[in-house]
């Protein structure tokens, strides 16, 4: 009996997604457990692993198509025993699988007006040097054993020019992560090519099909400008203290632990929120929501766009702790890793920029959280203590609130008890 792989449900709210890639063909042997598919959501590009095992008889949905229905059949397996021609032919003819998948591929195939692009997914290298750019998986029409490989570590082997065929992956069963490329030489000759191929395209101009992802990401934010009446405070935050703290700490952690200056900044704002809980509210109309926890969501970017992980009860972590989580949760959202319940929800953003050498920026609100803490970076200025002029380590940070939930005054005070927890780090351990 045939078996049917339908669109799944990545998230509470996902009604539909785009089938951004088949990692399989027609004909080609498939193993539960396999990685099958890549499909985008509005958070992230997943992979989508077959639950049976069988033989790819039919694929009904094509790679790059749009606005699939969740629970619509996408493809069809045929057990042992069958052959995949019978399999494919039955499965076109029954009632109960072609309306739901050719509906999902009419509606795909329908954007509002053509792109000439073949991949859905913003990746230029693929666009202007298509040559330099090696395969991410073989199909089962050669020799070559597939090669297994998250979906960023293709995306940044695509843009650098590397073939992953030449690199060995040090994730499970010997899959190659993000990691694994970084470290991996380009050759002279891709270098030149790729050198080349910018040359040629100098003053041309392309179009980049925009991602579910970036879609969604651009509709929140222009939503949230337009309808939260954003109003920013702006403190300067001296971190000797926090980072001498943070060195003594890191001496005598534990093996795996490091705590970073970004996780010191999540417990002091999560600290804060406890101590003026006016300002862990979020705007709802006919109500305003006040948190009880300090659910903080940390901005992390990944290939395409941005998503928001989140640290829930912060305030109950300790920095070991808390470093722990925040590692995890930022590389399993780079790989496109975290469930639904990891990035949804929430109730304050930390956006940090820090690391990029920016000093100072306002973050748009993150709906339907009700404020988003912009962090600098630390740099020496010259500071004024006690009526001398000294060189401090100074932190700029700001904060962006949603003026209908908390007030200038609310905002005022939360990163006045921000600033204290920072300047005095041994009241975070309190």
């Not at 020019?161 to 040090?170: F, N, P, R, T």
């Not at 030149?192 to 041309?204: E, L, M, S, W």
């Not at 932190?395 to 005054?409: E, K, N």
Request: aromatic fraction near 4%; include cysteine; charged fraction near 20%.
């Amino acid at each position: 009996m045939a078996i049917e792989i339908k669109m799944p449900a990545l998230s509470p709210t996902m009604t539909t997604g785009t089938l951004a890639k088949w990692l399989v063909s027609e004909g080609d042997r498939v193993n539960s457990g396999d990685v099958i598919a890549e499909i985008e959501t509005d958070k992230a590009t997943m992979e989508v692993e077959s639950v049976d095992d069988g033989i790819m008889a039919k694929i009904f949905v094509d790679a790059g198509a749009e606005n699939v229905a969740v629970g619509a059949v996408i493809a069809v397996l045929a057990e042992d025993g069958e052959t995949a021609s019978d399999v494919a032919k039955n499965s076109v003819q029954d009632s109960s699988v072609a309306p739901s998948a050719s509906s999902a591929v009419t509606e795909a195939k329908a954007p509002a007006e053509p792109v000439p692009i073949r991949d859905a997914r913003p990746v230029p290298a693929q666009v202007t040097a298509p040559a330099v750019a090696a395969p991410a998986t073989q199909t089962a029409n050669t020799d070559k054993p597939r090669i297994f490989a998250s979906p960023l570590a293709r995306r940044i082997a695509a843009d650098r020019g590397i073939a992953l065929d030449g690199i060995v992956g040090s994730g499970p069963y010997g899959r190659i992560l993000r990691r694994d490329v970084e470290s991996a030489d380009v050759s002279p000759i891709a270098q030149t090519t790729a050198i080349q191929a910018d040359a040629v395209q100098r003053g041309d101009s392309y179009l980049v099909a925009n991602s579910q992802m970036r879609k969604v990401i651009a509709n929140r934010l222009q939503e949230s400008k337009q309808q939260a009446p954003h109003f920013y405070l702006t403190v300067d935050c001296m971190i000797d203290r926090l980072l001498e703290a943070r060195e003594a700490l890191n001496a005598r952690a534990g093996e795996g632990i490091k705590i970073s200056v970004n996780d010191m900044i999540i417990r002091a704002a999560a600290m804060a929120l406890i101590a003026v809980p006016e300002a862990n509210a979020s705007w709802e109309g006919d109500n305003t929501r006040i948190f009880r926890h300090a659910d903080i969501a940390m901005a992390v970017a990944i290939d395409g766009g941005l998503i928001t992980p989140i640290v829930w009860a912060a305030e109950q972590k300790g920095l070991a702790a808390l470093s722990q989580v925040t590692a995890d949760l930022a590389a399993r959202a780079r790989d496109g890793k975290l469930t639904a319940g990891e990035y949804t929800g929430g109730s304050f953003t930390i956006s940090n920029l820090g690391m990029f050498g920016i000093r100072e920026f306002a973050a748009v609100i993150n709906p339907p959280h009700g404020g988003i803490l912009a962090v600098g970076a630390g740099e020496q200025r010259p500071v004024v203590i006690d009526g001398n002029l000294a060189v401090a380590t100074v932190m700029s940070v700001t904060l962006s609130a949603d003026h209908r939930a908390v007030d200038g005054a609310v905002g005022a005070k939360w990163l006045q008890a921000f600033k204290g927890f920072v300047e005095s780090p041994v009241t975070m351990l309190l």
